[in-house]
């Protein structure tokens, strides 16, 4: 797996990361989603530069140039509900996608820890030859990505596969790279150091689902 750390790098992304981390600006869940998007615009931005393109030639108002398009057909995919920010922030750039979505949680094994992943509804077009990216704003234990990747491969397979997202820990990236072709590609904000004993990244943000659409029942 190729991965793209783009925090790495100073640039306006990690000021965005610092407010989405701050346990005072977090609180503005309007910009806390806002941030998110931000930073899925800036993902997407980076992850464009990795793709195909072909010329075109454009006719304007003083004559004709020519441009490479974007020649890929890419389905964003999202996994509910905390995925949608980051999706959102994609979709401005790649704005003609189309686009999966499908729910997953958490289900905690009783007496313990430890949890597995239950995937619901699922909701996608035909992945055959497309571009897939599969947006998962909070790569903890990884295991949620892995569930997904599973019950999407009915939907045909990908020519490429991109994993975008915010946060995430070498311990869940491991993960991820064992489960995913060898040319995936992960692009992600930041890595943090670690995970605690209720699969939580550390220092990261808190419950980025709760952060943005409020908490559950
Ligand atoms: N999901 C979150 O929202 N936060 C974490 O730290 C891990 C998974």
Redesign the pocket.
């Known amino acids: 797996m190729q991965i793209h750390n783009i925090s790495k790098q100073d640039s306006i992304l990690n000021t965005f990361i610092a407010e989405i981390r701050d346990v005072t600006v977090q609180r503005d869940a309007m910009r806390f989603r806002r941030n998110i998007e931000r930073i899925g615009e800036i993902l997407g931005y980076e992850l464009s530069k990795s793709l195909r393109y072909t010329p075109k030639v454009t006719k304007t108002p003083l004559g004709q140039s020519t441009d490479n398009i974007l020649d890929n057909d890419i389905v964003l995919c999202s996994i509910l509900r905390?995925g949608l920010p980051l999706h959102n922030g994609l979709l401005h750039y790649f704005d003609k996608a189309e686009n999966a979505f499908i729910s997953a949680y958490?289900s905690p094994k009783a007496n313990t820890n430890s949890f597995t992943i239950v995937t619901e509804y699922f909701a996608a077009p035909s992945l055959e030859k497309k571009t897939l990216l599969l947006i998962d704003?909070?790569?903890?234990?990884g295991k949620?990505l892995v569930a997904v990747y599973d019950a999407i491969k009915n939907n045909g397979a990908p020519e490429e596969i991109h994993i975008v997202s915010v946060?995430g820990t070498t311990e869940g990236i491991d993960f991820v790279e064992k489960h995913f072709p060898e040319n995936t590609h992960l692009w992600i904000a930041a890595i943090d150091a670690t995970?605690?004993e209720k699969?939580?990244?550390?220092p990261?943000?808190?419950?980025?689902?709760?952060?943005a659409f409020g908490t559950k029942q």
Not at 137 to 141: D, G, I, N, S
Not at 204 to 211: Q, S, V, Y
Request: hydrophobic share 50%.
């Open positions: 905390a958490r704003p909070m790569l903890a234990t949620s946060l995970l605690n699969g939580y990244i550390i990261g943000l808190g419950d980025a689902g709760d952060l």
